[in-house]
């Protein structure tokens, strides 16, 4: 079992950034992968990033890629998003989430593949 928990939400003009926290709990963080994915008001959850559990892979969907940058902190079992140059579209529920560590490409991009999540954080971007 892991426990996920999320922070570093809130409220930012575009433009600008906020980088978001979750640690973890319950089973050794270099033994799973994270993905974080986002949910807007009337969509479907959709992948943002993931990041193997060594941190040696990362991907990203198409929408943040150069602007969001994920990466883990194995000693202190916490992975981060930051996310730069945010825009409106941005504005969404934010969710860290855990998968096995062995997990094919396709794997981390889809929410499917995890079986462990966070609480989620709210992101709102005013224009």
């Known amino acids: 079992q892991v426990q996920l928990v999320e922070s570093g939400g809130g409220l930012v003009q575009a433009g600008g950034s906020l980088r978001l926290s979750c640690t973890a709990s319950?089973?050794?963080?270099?033994?799973?992968?994270m993905g974080w994915f986002r949910q807007a008001p009337g969509k479907e959850r959709e992948f943002a990033a993931a990041?193997?559990?060594?941190?040696?892979?990362?991907y990203y969907a198409d929408s943040v890629k150069g602007r969001f940058t994920i990466s883990r902190d194995n000693t202190k079992n916490t992975g981060y998003l930051q996310m730069n140059s945010l825009k409106p579209e941005d504005t969404a529920v934010y969710y860290c989430?855990?998968?096995?560590?062995?997990?094919?490409?396709?794997?981390?991009?889809?929410?499917?593949?995890?079986?462990?999540w966070g609480q989620g954080t709210q992101v709102t971007v005013s224009s």
């Open positions: 990041i193997t559990s060594s941190g040696g892979s990362t």
């Open positions: 989430a855990a998968t096995n560590p062995y997990s094919s490409p396709y794997i981390f991009r889809t929410p499917g593949g995890y079986p462990y």
């Open positions: 319950g089973r050794t963080f270099s033994t799973v992968g």
